[in-house]
């Protein structure tokens, strides 16, 4: 297969699709025991980067992540996803967003048990236009080709062994040729070698792509492999050396 | 559009089970609001047509005139029954010896016809006779009129049960069939009449006996042609009555002021006489509509429960789908439609149920009851009307997806982050 397919759009070098200015984010804030999470965080991540984000649980990735996906808004601050600024968005800027701009894969996969392979992972395309084209099939199609998907993309998500679900996850995030994937520890649900293997295919589809991955994980095994590391401790995020 | 119809049809054909009982839900309460409803229209158009297929709609009588004022002794307070309520008595004296007649009844007939919603007129001759049988002395009302002309207006056709009532001889009478049994009269028997006075009497002969089902008319009433009757009853050429049916039974209250308007007759519409058996139909009315109401909304909270727990049972597929770029309107719009489904299937299948219900109970026979001669042949007198299908049928598809507001608004509004979470 060629690689050249899987480009889906050409994305300038060094451009930063992903970008915060002093993120802060709040819990509670008008209450008396305001919970502040996020404590002014700056980052940023270039198109076709696969930066690792790694931390202590309740350290903050999620929400930091949550926001990069225009999934939260910061309480104070900026993130700018592809040079658009979610905090100035509404409910249906945010929605539109998430469905053009961002992929996400979870720690589970959520596709949806009503649907087959295929169709979950067209379903972005779906809410966004429809109905998909032959287009986007002949793409979904494609993707599910380089993860080894082909001769299951008709079967139901629960005939799927949990790596085959994650590819599947992950397709998901690309069909709508995004800018950004945010990941939230996409192998944590995996045995350590279906988890090492769906993270060798994030990183290659990084690559090829040119889309920008920001992965949160516990593992630092599978962070050392990433482009760059980021830590979040007490609110900073910071640039860690493993 | 198509995402959502989509999504609201793969989650009703991905759980079967649950669908088949919310749609049951809604069909169990269109059969309910459909029996009671079909059921309560056929009985009062049972009632109706016994009254009105028997009765005229209206009447049309001469003015009584006025002779003489009663000694002023009642006070204006004795005869009122309230301000602003009608006097039930008066104050004026008939005069009982001088009968009331309408000369020249067909110029009056064809100043009727000329108002709208009058269907059919007959001119009859009506008042007091004696019915002698041996020494038995029965007191009825002998109504006279042309047979076929008074078969448009009050049917009397379709309430014979013996002999004949079109093609009567002037030497004929036909009788209920309680007069028939008390008299010990027999079809084809001759008895006399006596009509207005004495000296006004014949033999004839019963060439019918009728059943109304009301003791007035099994009992007391006798027919006869208009000529038999007017000079039975002293009138010569004159007719005491004109008998109208109209178009539309309800509204015969407005017909008749409005002849009475025009006209120099009196009239009186079977609404008014008959207004405790209406007063009656309007009380059915109202258990009927409380009863639907109460099946409509016993449905519709089951509906909204079903979509609340399946709005909580798909909380992090509505996360997902949100994650992939599903706004507010979307998740809203899947699960009314999904509403819209249930509630349009359920009323269908309510509505066939129904269909197949009723037919089959308009079968069902009367079970034998005291009266030899029945009027009415089937247990449930059954108005299977198109209207009230498709009313029963939108009513409920309304009232599903106004219980599935709250759960889809609720779905809508779900904070995506901990709907993923759970």
Known sequence: MSKELLIPF?????????RTENLVKTYGANT???????????????????????????????????????????????????????????GDGLARLRGTTIGFIFQFHH????????????????????????????????????????????????????????????????????KVVLADEPTGNLDSRSGADVFVLLREIAKETGVAFLMVTHDDRLAKAADRVLRMEDGYLTEARL | MRFEAMLALRHLTSNRGQTALTVG??????????FIRSVISGVQAEIVDDLIGSLPAIVVKPVEKFTARLADTDSRAAVDVGAGSDILVTREQKRPQQREEIAGFAGVEAQLRTFPGVRAIAPVAQGGATIRRG???????????????????????????????????????????????DAGIRLGDRVRVEGATPNLAG????????????????????????????????????????????????AADKIATRIAAALPYKTENWLVTNSTALEGIQGMNGSRDMISAFALMASSFAIASVLIVSVVQKGKQIGILKSM??????????????????????????????FALLSWLMTIPLPPGPTPFPKHTVLFPITIDGWTFTGACSAATFATMLAAVLPARRAAKLNPVEAIRG
């Open chain 1, 111 to 178: 596709l949806l048990d009503e649907f087959t392979c295929l169709e979950n992972v067209l379903m972005p395309v779906t809410i966004a236009k429809g109905a998909p084209t032959r287009d986007d099939t002949e793409y979904a199609k494609m993707l599910l080709g380089r993860v080894g998907l082909t001769d299951q993309m008709h079967k139901p998500p629960g005939q799927l062994s949990g790596g085959q679900q994650q590819r599947g996850a992950i397709v998901r995030a690309l069909v709508n040729r995004p």
């Open chain 2, 25 to 34: 839900a809604v069909a169990v309460g269109v059969v309910a609001i459909l």
């Open chain 2, 325 to 354: 770029g599903a706004t507010d309107g979307q998740i809203l719009r899947v699960f009314t439609i999904e509403a819209g489904l249930i509630g349009l299937t359920g009323s269908l299948l309510g509505t066939a149920i129904s």
């Open chain 1, 32 to 90: 008396a025991n305001p919970v502040t999470v996020l404590k002014g965080v700056n980052m940023e991540a270039q198109a076709g980067e696969f930066v690792a984000i790694i931390g202590q649980s309740g350290s903050g990735k999620s929400t930091l992540l949550n926001i990069l996906g225009a999934l939260d808004v910061p309480t104070t601050g900026a993130a700018y996803i592809a040079g658009t600024n979610i905090a100035a968005l509404d």
């Open chain 2, 135 to 181: 020494v038995k002395r029965f007191n009825v009302s002998l109504t006279g009129g042309d047979p076929a002309g008074l078969d448009t207006v009050i049917g009397m056709s379709k309430n014979v049960i013996a002999g004949k009532w079109i093609g009567l001889a002037p030497d004929e009478i036909i009788i209920g069939w309680r007069l028939a049994d």
């Open chain 2, 203 to 250: 033999s004839y002969r019963v060439a019918g006996i009728f059943r109304t089902g009301t003791e007035g008319g099994d009992l007391g009433a006798v027919y006869t042609t208009r000529r038999t009757a007017q000079s039975l009853l002293g009138l010569g050429a004159n007719v005491s009555h004109l008998f109208l049916q109209v178009e539309e039974p309800f």
């Open chain 1, 10 to 18: 050409p994305v300038p070098p060094k451009a930063a699709v992903v």
